[in-house]
């Protein structure tokens, strides 16, 4: 029995150890998780220049990668002389991926982004044409955007379903615009392709899209891609309020924090920010 008074020690280390000890590591298990993480940048590359890359000599990198490729972390192509990631290491990535859901991982992003811009936060996906609201961190304005979640509304008239339109082939967006058409809400909605070609074009180049009062009067929205792991947008993060405080002045300066949020969440979910 412990006793009284003592403090708690971590089921997750020994007594003595500490989380800033620097003799709490394994070298060699720090210096295999180093030619890890070189490995998934790289794609797939020669012995000598993964060892080139992290400063290791050849024959230490070499004993690490077969040690690797005994439990499946690592690979080798006998035809190119060229180690990659093994099918270990997909499985262990897809365990945390499983772990961590989009909506989890946005949901502290989402809030540091309502308190440092004051508007509505929200996460939406694409869906059948449509954009869905997944989450909402709302404002304490009394006059803001509401959107609970699974509620549907127009991909064209959406900052989040402008931004998702942006990342999709120009065909993708053409079946779309064939099936759901460019119904008009308000006298600033986009109702032709061309002018909608255009916009994406703008968000594509900017990096975020702009509705300023396309689907409701009086209210604007800023929104920024997330990304998954194969470089595609597979959601949207946005601030939405009444333009009256979302004016020219303040699209410029929210605008780098919502992308800067979207950025977040992509690096949460394990995403690959895209280069267009």
Known sequence: MAEQGAP???????????PDSQGGTVQALDRGLMLLGALAREGKTTLTELALGIGMPPSSAHRLLITLQKHGYADFDEATQEWMVGVEAFRVGSA???RTSLVEAARDVMRHLMEETGETANLAIAADGDVVFMSQVETQHPIRAFFSPGTRGPMHASGIGKVLLADMARRDVERILQNKGLPEFTPKTITSPEALFNDLDRTRARGWSFDDEERHLGMRCIAAPVYNGFGEAVAGISVSGPVVRLDDAAIAEVAPKVKRAAAEVTRLIGGTQARH
Do not use: E, M, Y
């Open 8 to 18: 708690k020690r971590s089921r997750g280390r020994p007594r003595s150890a500490t």
């Open 96 to 98: 945390f991926a499983q």
